[in-house]
Structures are given as structure tokens and as C-alpha cells.
């Protein structure tokens, strides 16, 4: 589905995003006359409160794509122990952390919970960790967080915030097993510059639901990257507002899914205020029968946001035959003045010609495979500027397509 409107969507029967849905209508209103259930991403309705958010029965547009049956831990409102998850933070010198209680500033400047596990966890994390980053601070190492699971169920809300004019890079690393719903707040306030890089490595049983909320202010840049290699299911959501006049937004995503295993993000870009840019690049490779990816990516240039210069695209290799790959590009546009806005999405199996090119130069077919699948995937990992990390993930990738080639050499 592709939408692209150059009117805001107004309409007689036009659902109040504060109200609570029940089987994709509101309260009080009988069946034959319900409305279609919300399509339009920015009103989807949101609460703090759990009981407003109906258990998902697989139809709603942001849930008709995710195996709900995995998920039936991380939709009970139920307390859960707080040593499932072992966390460790290593931060240089001047990186202000501590716990905020709800309703203690800046928790809930951004956030505002979308669906039920989010609910959940807003509920559930009676005292959120922060990390911030002090006013004109530049930090010459990142933030590494570390985050290990030892088995159960997890609720956690995260706190990020990059006073103005700070520079800083942040990583979370998600390793172990464990059926997480996480709720990452993000803020970047006027003139700073984040970087924020969430890998999710864990193991093959682990669930992981995560919902990622960041504004962006007045000439300051977040670039999020998303990387999914590891656990049974993973959703990684993240939803940037580029609220300040010259903010700009870099949203990346890379995802490797294996035999059985479900990864997944549905990524919007709210250009809100005015001469704001955008980039969203996602890349996914797959093999292995039931491998399954799931992009949806929506991108909404509001009435106020003229000179906006914003472009999304999604590309999907797939390796095997047995694997899928859902692509779902959305662009919503309010205003005529803009320099630009586009989106693509593809999906295909391997270049014929690229192969040909490389064997004819005396490459074996394994290791031209090797070189297309690493190419595809590289540009993703050359974007996150840290030269350890990268080649970690290099190695991760390779050491993919080496169990892709052994199980291949022993069918």
C-alpha cells in the first residue's frame, strides 16, 4: 500500500485519536456503523494507561503483520521481576545518569505509548533510567549499554536526552534471552548531535518489542540505526518528530533473518517544522525456510514543515526460496512547499549479472555470493561511524553466510 496526498486527510466520520478503539471503532458505536479502523499513522491513538488499549486481535494495521501467539506474555499487565534483564552501563567522564519516577521530567516530554506493550511497560518501569548528556559536552567515546537477559519476562523504559549543542554517540546492545517490551524516549534538544545505534544479538528464543519515540529540535540531527541479527521475534519501532526548524533526521536499519525467525520495524519520520531533511535507508537480507521480514515506513510532511527534503527506501535481498520480506512504503504530504519527497522499495533475489560479472573473473560462485550479500549490506553498516562496531557486524554477517553455505553443503 502507497499513499501520497497533498491535502490533509479531513474527512466526515474522522476518528479522535484520544479515543479508544474497540475492533477498529469507538466506544458507544454500534458494529454496522463502525469506521475503518485508523490507516493514517499519525492518528493512531496513544495513552499511558494499559486498560485503554484492547488486546490486539491481528487485524489492526500495526499488528496484522507480527506473530501476536509468541507475543502473549508481553500483552498481560502483570508485574515482572526486576533481575531478568542484567544491565551495565559504560559512559565517559560527565555523562549525567540517574532514575526518574513518572511524572519526573524529562520522562513523558516525548513519549506517548501507541499500543498495548508500551502501555505496559510505561506502567511497569516504576523508575526509569537517564542518560544525558550534558549542554556543549562532546564525548570522544561512546555510551555503551549493555543489556543481557537471563530469561523471563522484561518491561523497561529509557531516557535519553542530548542537552543543546553536545555531540555523543549511544549504543544498546541487546544480548542473552528474554521477552522484552522496551520503551526508548529520546530527546535532542537545540543544536546537538546524537547518535543512537540499537543491536539486538540475542539468542534464538528471545522476544523483543520495542518502541523508540525521539524529537528532534531546532538545528539539531539524530541518526538512529537499527540493527536486527539475533532472537525469535524482534520489532523495533522507532518514531522520530523533526520538531525544530533545520533538524535532521537519518533513520537506518539492517536486518539479517534466519530460518524461523521474525524481525520487523515500522519506522515513522513526522517532518513538523520548517527546511527539516530526512533519510531513511532499511536493508534486510533473508534465507532459510520461514526467514520473515517486515518493513512498513511512513513519512509525514506536515502543513508547517516548507523546505522539507525527505526520502525513504526499503531494500530486501532474499537468498532462498522459503523466506519473505513485507515492504510497505507511506508518504503523506501538507504542504506544496517543499524542495523534495520520494520513496522505493525492492525486493529480489540475487543479481544474475553481478554473479556473472565476478565468476568471470575467476571467482567462485560461494565467495561471489558472499561478495554481493556483504556489498548489499555494507553501506548500511558504513553509516554508523564506529570502526569496532562495524566489524563486528561484518563479522556477524559473514558468519551468517557461512551457516547459510554449510547447511547448504549438507542438504
Do not use: C
Not at 1 to 6: H, P
Not at 286 to 300: E, K, M, P, S
Not at 323 to 335: C, G, K, V, W
Amino acid at each position: 500500500m502507497t499513499t501520497a496526498t497533498q491535502t490533509p486527510a479531513a474527512a466526515e466520520g474522522h476518528i479522535d485519536p484520544a479515543a479508544r478503539l474497540v475492533d477498529g471503532r469507538q466506544p458507544g458505536i454500534p458494529a454496522s456503523d463502525a469506521f475503518v479502523p485508523v490507516q493514517t499513522r499519525s492518528e493512531r491513538p496513544t495513552s499511558f494507561d494499559p486498560a485503554d488499549f484492547p488486546a490486539p486481535l491481528g487485524t489492526e494495521v500495526n499488528w496484522k503483520h507480527t506473530p501476536l501467539k509468541a507475543l502473549a506474555a508481553l500483552l498481560r499487565d502483570e508485574p515482572a521481576p526486576h533481575d531478568v534483564i542484567a544491565v551495565e552501563v559504560s559512559a565517559p567522564e560527565g555523562v549525567e545518569q540517574r532514575r526518574l519516577a513518572i511524572g519526573e521530567s524529562p520522562r513523558g516530554e516525548v513519549f506517548r505509548p501507541e499500543d498495548l506493550p508500551s502501555a505496559i511497560a510505561w506502567h511497569q518501569e516504576e523508575f526509569a533510567p537517564l542518560i544525558r548528556i550534558p549542554q556543549d559536552v562532546e564525548l570522544d567515546e561512546p555510551v555503551v549499554i549493555r543489556l543481557t537477559g537471563r530469561g523471563g519476562v522484561a518491561h523497561a523504559h529509557v531516557v535519553i536526552e542530548a542537552q543543546p549543542h553536545s555531540r555523543a554517540t549511544v549504543i544498546l546492545r541487546h544480548e542473552g534471552t528474554a521477552q522484552q517490551a522496551q520503551n526508548l524516549e529520546v530527546i535532542v534538544r537545540d543544536g546537538a548531535a546524537l547518535t543512537l545505534v540499537s543491536l539486538q544479538r540475542w539468542d534464538d528464543d528471545a522476544v523483543h518489542l520495542a518502541a523508540h519515540q525521539a524529537r528532534v529540535d531546532r538545528d539539531a540531527s539524530l541518526t538512529h540505526v537499527v540493527v536486527s541479527l539475533g532472537g525469535g521475534i524482534v520489532r523495533v519501532n522507532p518514531s522520530v518528530e523533526l520538531a525544530g526548524a533545520g533538524a535532521d533526521g537519518k533513520l537506518y536499519g539492517l536486518a539479517f533473518s534466519d530460518a524461523g525467525q521474525h524481525l520487523e520495524s515500522q519506522v515513522y519520520l513526522h517532518h513538523k517544522g520548517p527546511h527539516t531533511t530526512g533519510d531513511v535507508l532499511y536493508k534486510s537480507a533473508l534465507q532459510g525456510a520461514g526467514a520473515r521480514t517486515v518493513w512498513i515506513g511512513d513519512v509525514l510532511i506536515g502543513p508547517d514543515a516548507t523546505g522539507t527534503d525527505s526520502y525513504e527506501a526499503n531494500r530486501n535481498l532474499v537468498l532462498t526460496e522459503g523466506a519473505r520480506a513485507d515492504s510497505i512504503p507511506n508518504l503523506e504530504i501538507e504542504t506544496g512547499d517543499i524542495l523534495g519527497a520520494g520513496h522505493a522499495s525492492a525486493t529480489g533475489r540475487f543479481d544474475d549479472e553481478q554473479l556473472f560479472y565476478l565468476q568471470a573473473r575467476g571467482i567462485a560462485e560461494d565467495e561471489a555470493r558472499r561478495l554481493v550479500v556483504l556489498g548489499f549490506l555494507a553501506e548500511i553498516v558504513q553509516k554508523i561511524g564506529i570502526e569496532d562496531l562495524q566489524n563486528e557486524l561484518i563479522e556477524a554477517i559473514e558468519a551468517e553466510l557461512a551457516l547459510s553455505a554449510s547447511a547448504e553443503a549438507s542438504a
